[in-house]
């Protein structure tokens, strides 16, 4: 089982390389016993994202189906073909990781593939389980088995997630709309989206971001420098959103070069060795 399981958590490994340069560099800044149990979350959380995202939407829904009886096999036997699934149930037994959190990720998949209008309930459910659940999980891996530490954590780490998540809907805003026909945020006319409907949104990752950023000065240090370096560089994504005109953000996708993001992490790390993290 050993070969098994390092041949799984390769994939997941390669699969967080070849889909996130900035999930990867976030990764390799976190204590290395933290580096398979994160990989192995992101290579479940993108093999299922993948699906709704770039399967034939006539497959996708059985496709997502199977995937998910396919995910509580997995961790039900402890054991599965998929090395996807298995590295990912290996972190879930190991870490306990609450069952409601993977659940709750899956519906907000299933979401993707419905025709839905985004009301402000809908739009928390969504983010609920698409950003936040996944930070939850990270935490459970963080904390290596203290709730104590975990109840404490667990709303900044929702809060973080959540600016994360609204970032990543302002980024993408072309291509949801016009490759995948999604609108997110809640009553939202992209033919009238101004400086108006941006601010507001912004506002709101700013109490997002302020709200995250109190618990990441908590995280035992092994984790918090991983989790710094992934707020820095959505931060600075977060900035370069807020310095452009609405039409440039409906344009193009918004991103921050690779040269960048390495500049990013050492000065994260400066900040960090001198235990000066500060809010951006």
Do not use: W
Not at 176 to 203: C, M, Q, S, T, W
Not at 244 to 263: A, D, Q, T
Request: glycine share 4%; proline share 3%; net charge positive.
């Amino acid at each position: 089982m050993n070969l098994y399981d390092s041949v799984a958590l390769r994939c997941s490994k390669t699969t967080t390389h070849r889909y996130s340069t900035s999930f990867t560099l976030g990764i390799k800044s976190l204590n290395k016993r933290f580096h398979d149990p994160i990989y192995a979350i992101y290579g479940f959380v993108r093999f299922a994202d993948e699906i709704v995202d770039s399967f034939k939407r006539e497959d996708a829904p059985e496709l997502l189906k199977e995937f998910k009886a396919d995910t509580y096999k997995a961790i039900d036997r402890g054991i599965s073909l998929n090395p996807i699934l298995h590295s990912f149930q290996q972190v879930v037994n190991s870490y306990s990781i609450d069952r409601e959190l993977i659940e709750t990720f899956l519906e907000s998949m299933e979401m993707d593939l419905l025709d839905v209008t985004y009301d402000q309930t809908l739009y928390e459910k969504y983010i609920l389980g698409s950003a936040e659940v996944v930070g939850l999980m990270c935490l459970r891996v963080f904390c290596e088995g203290n709730n104590a530490m975990y109840q404490h954590l667990k709303e900044p780490a929702m809060r973080l997630g959540s600016a994360f998540q609204k970032i990543n809907f302002l980024r993408d805003l072309h291509n949801d709309y016009y490759e995948l026909g999604r609108v997110y945020f809640p009553h939202l006319n992209l033919k009238e989206f101004d400086e108006a409907n941006k601010k507001a949104i912004e506002k709101d990752i700013s109490k997002d971001f302020a709200d995250g950023f109190q618990g990441i000065k908590q995280l035992p240090k092994g984790a918090r420098f991983g989790v710094y370096v992934a707020y820095v560089y959505y931060y600075a994504l977060f900035k370069k959103i807020i310095s452009l005109p609405p039409s440039r953000v409906l344009e193009e996708r918004i991103r921050i070069p690779n040269s960048r993001k390495y500049s990013l992490i050492l000065s994260s790390y400066v900040r960090h060795s001198l235990n000066l993290l500060k809010q951006s």
